[in-house]
């Protein structure tokens, strides 16, 4: 994908690619010399290298929703090239190629022009960089909350924060 057109996107939703595994929609939040930044929904921040991108697709009436609202001081990383933003994530958890086969999740821990090394669990996966189309590292953006209607909805975690709350309180009268 040409820079100059994908800088035309920016601030707008889009969708990655026409379908299978690496296909997300997002806003486009910003373009690089190799990648460009896609805040999704679900994946949060997704970094897409632009060499493997083969369409993006704008609504032509705006249908596209995004279902997020992106806060003011909403950071990112970013850097020149995708080499360089890689090299200021290095010792984070990452998701390279969300979906598919070739999907692997790690700690990033070194990173050449050659390969990007991953620990994952007990290896040290040694991951071609021409075969990285995207990669995150769990940025996200939370969702807005839903009006609680005061009702309880029979949801387990809702009933063991109250009954924390109550040994919290049993506690401190102790």
């Known amino acids: 994908m040409d820079r100059e057109m994908m800088n035309q996107h920016v601030g707008k939703t889009i969708r990655v690619d026409r379908g299978g595994p690496e296909s997300r929609s997002g806003k486009l939040l910003a373009v690089f010399e190799d990648y460009f930044v896609l805040l999704t929904e679900n994946d949060g921040v997704v970094y897409y290298k632009t060499n493997h991108v083969r369409s993006i697709t704008e609504s032509s009436k705006d249908q596209m929703k995004f279902g997020l609202k992106v806060p003011e001081n909403f950071e990112y990383k970013t850097a020149d090239n995708f080499l360089k933003l890689l090299e200021s994530i290095r010792f984070q958890w990452v998701k390279i190629n969300r979906s598919g086969p ?50 309880s909805n029979g949801n387990d975690k809702n009933q063991k924060n109250e009954d924390n709350d109550d040994n919290d309180n049993n506690e401190e009268n102790d």
């Open 102 to 151: 070739e999907s692997l999740e790690g700690v990033l821990s070194d990173v050449n022009k050659h390969y990007a090394s991953l620990i994952v669990k007990e290896e040290v996966v040694r991951f071609s960089m021409k075969h990285i189309r995207n990669i995150s590292y769990g940025l996200m953006v939370e969702k807005p909350k839903k009006e609680d209607s005061g009702k």
